[in-house]
């Protein structure tokens, strides 16, 4: 049987940068379930579907074929054959992915494409409804988040870091405005799992989260 972790948390907790690495250093699996909602999220930005349109945007999932390769342990994710990687993680396609993944037929797909993934891999996946819906027998479960003013300072100095403008008072509002929709919409709402262990990161540095994971996946193991 493969051994499955699960982490779930807000925007801007620290997930894929954690995920990734506690993934690389224990030797399984990263599976970064939000990269293939974003790439549902672009598939109907770049066909003038409106992400808040449900009707629309439930008709349209059909035609998005999104499926995940690993290039030297990297997860790249390809729509309808082409690596869309480098489009997933702008502001626009972020906010766009947090309307379309409301809608249930969407989710249906992507779920059903995360569990035969976990199913055969050895695999740390993250997300919002990993350890609720997704994976609720997994090994080991995570509720990882910060403070929304902590996230908010992360993500703009990730920003900022590679070049673009932004603003810290919009991100933080952004943030806010996200939490709320992820832990509020009626399928799937973001929420800690009653077996999960919390991991709070604010006052914490990523190796010293890190650590702390590793020490949890090697007691379930
Ligand atoms: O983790 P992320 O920032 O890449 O996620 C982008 C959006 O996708 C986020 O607003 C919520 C949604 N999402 C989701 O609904 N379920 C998941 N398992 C992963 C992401």
Redesign the pocket.
């Known amino acids: 049987m493969s051994f499955n972790v699960a982490i ?1 948390g807000p ?2 907790a620290g ?2 940068t954690i995920a990734k690495a506690v993934a690389k250093r224990m030797g399984y699996i990263y599976v ?7 790439a549902m ?1 672009l598939y109907m930005l770049r066909n003038g579907v409106d992400p808040a349109d449900t009707e629309a945007v439930a008709e349209r999932c059909g035609g998005a074929d999104i499926t995940i390769r690993y290039e030297d342990g990297v997860q790249v994710v390809f729509l309808n054959g082409e690596n869309v990687n480098a489009f ?2 702008t502001e626009e396609v ?2 766009a ?2 309307v379309v ?2 809608i249930p037929r969407v ?1 249906k797909k ?2 059903e494409l ?1 569990q035969a993934l976990a199913a055969e891999n050895d695999c740390l996946m ?5 350890g609720t819906c ?1 994976l609720p027998n997994a090994q080991l479960k995570i509720y990882l988040t910060a403070d929304s003013g902590v996230r908010a300072k992360r993500r703009y100095d990730e920003l900022k870091a590679k070049g673009q403008e932004c603003d810290l008072k919009k991100i933080q509002a952004d943030i806010e405005e ?1 939490d709320y ?2 832990m509020h ?1 009626e399928t ?1 709402p ?1 929420r800690q799992a009653e077996d999960a262990v919390l991991v709070d990161t604010s006052k914490m540095s990523i190796e010293e989260v890190i650590e702390r994971i590793m020490e949890l996946c090697r007691e379930r193991q």
């Open positions: 779930d925007a801007g997930k894929s970064d379930t939000g990269a293939m909602y974003r999220a997933l993680r972020g906010n992915t947090s993944s409301v989710r992507l779920v995360q993250d997300g919002r409804d990993i997704v996200r929709r992820d919409r799937s973001l």
